[in-house]
């Protein structure tokens, strides 16, 4: 099998770094200067092992590309926002011995949230989901750090649409021998809802910095508890935090060191977009879905969008006035005064 990695940032440039160490088949999808610093420099990946420089394939797109092999298996590493435009650029792509992409090759989606798979599943055919527990670093061009110990991550992996198949076996094979635990599972959908919860607090990171506080974990509690509310009242499952710590506890462990997640990543490079209306955002879709109040996660996905859009530094907010906002918010919902 050759994986092509259609976004080669934090994740995806950690997965095909360690693919590659471990002697398979890798090409990295990447832009503008960090496609450049790839190709010049190659994949300065720094693991828990040390650093290596690998020097990979580049393309920029599927045109770059040539034509797709039948063992092509497509990990599709971009944050969500960017899940329509890559699938559609890749699923066009042609396949030798006939058809496209998006009618003969496997794609795997890897991003935080659950709505990856439903975009994938309207273009193509053979879709897969991966909850990722994978903590990385990306904030330099051909530059990622991934530290956890003594596995690099936990990728439980399924069919999008449920069940497992022979490729999620060889896939998790190959992640297997290249230092992640990969788990094949029936429910792959109920572990993605399950990280989500967690997933919720990256907007508070982004907005008002990752250092941890009472104030933040307190914040990130409401939005949690909207969300379970909402799992409720929409009949879905999702894995309980026992079998999360069993998955990933002394596997997968950060060093002490505070670090940025992905939604602080974002903002710290620029990007001009960020994952909120997938997160959060999901949340209230389920919410307003199901008459189900959300005023929290409201407040935490405009708040991160607001960022984005006007180029703000991460961590350029007080967590007091975020929680000022999302008590205002809360208080407009149940017909109160505020506070």
């Not at 890798?26 to 503008?32: D, K, N, S, Y």
């Not at 788990?183 to 967690?198: G, T």
């Not at 499952?237 to 997968?252: M, N």
Request: proline share 4%; net charge neutral.
């Amino acid at each position: 099998m050759r994986y092509i990695i259609i976004g080669a940032g934090a994740v995806g440039a950690t997965i095909g770094g360690r693919l590659a160490q471990a002697g398979k088949e890798v090409v990295l999808v990447a832009r503008g200067e960090h496609a450049q610093a790839l190709r010049a420099d190659g994949l300065r990946l720094t693991t828990a092992e040390g650093t290596r420089v690998h020097r990979l394939p580049v393309v920029t797109g599927p045109a770059d590309a040539g034509r797709l092999r039948r063992d092509d298996v497509l990990l599709l590493t971009v944050k969500t926002q960017g899940a329509v435009a890559a699938l559609d650029a890749w699923g066009d792509a042609e396949v030798a011995g006939g058809g496209t992409a998006a009618q003969r090759l496997p794609v795997f989606c890897l991003q935080n949230g659950v709505e990856g798979e439903r975009i994938a599943l309207r273009r193509f055919s053979r879709v897969h989901g991966v909850c990722v527990w994978l903590p990385s670093t990306f904030l330099r061009p051909g530059i990622v750090s991934a530290l956890c110990a003594p596995l690099t991550g936990v990728l439980h992996l399924g069919l999008a649409a449920g069940g497992s198949d022979a490729l999620c076996r060889a896939v998790a094979a190959d992640l297997t021998a290249a230092g992640f635990g990969a788990p094949v599972v029936d429910d792959v959908m109920r572990w993605k809802y399950a990280k989500l919860l967690s997933n919720l607090g990256n907007a508070i990171q982004a907005t008002t910095g990752p250092e941890a506080a009472p104030a933040k974990r307190a914040l990130l509690g409401r939005a949690v508890r909207e969300a379970e509310a909402v799992y409720a009242a929409a009949g879905i499952a999702y894995a309980s935090a026992a079998e999360e710590a069993e998955a990933r506890d002394g596997k997968a462990e950060q060093p002490a060191e505070v670090r940025g997640g992905s939604s602080w990543q974002s903002l710290a490079r620029g990007t001009g977009s960020i994952e909120a209306d997938y997160l959060n955002g999901e949340i209230s879709l389920l919410g307003r879905l199901h008459g189900v109040a959300t005023p929290v996660n409201d407040v935490l996905r405009h708040a991160a969008n607001i960022f984005a859009r006007k180029g703000l530094p991460p961590g350029a907010m007080s967590v007091e006035d975020l929680t000022a906002l999302a008590d205002e918010a809360t208080a407009r919902t149940a017909g109160q005064p505020p506070g």
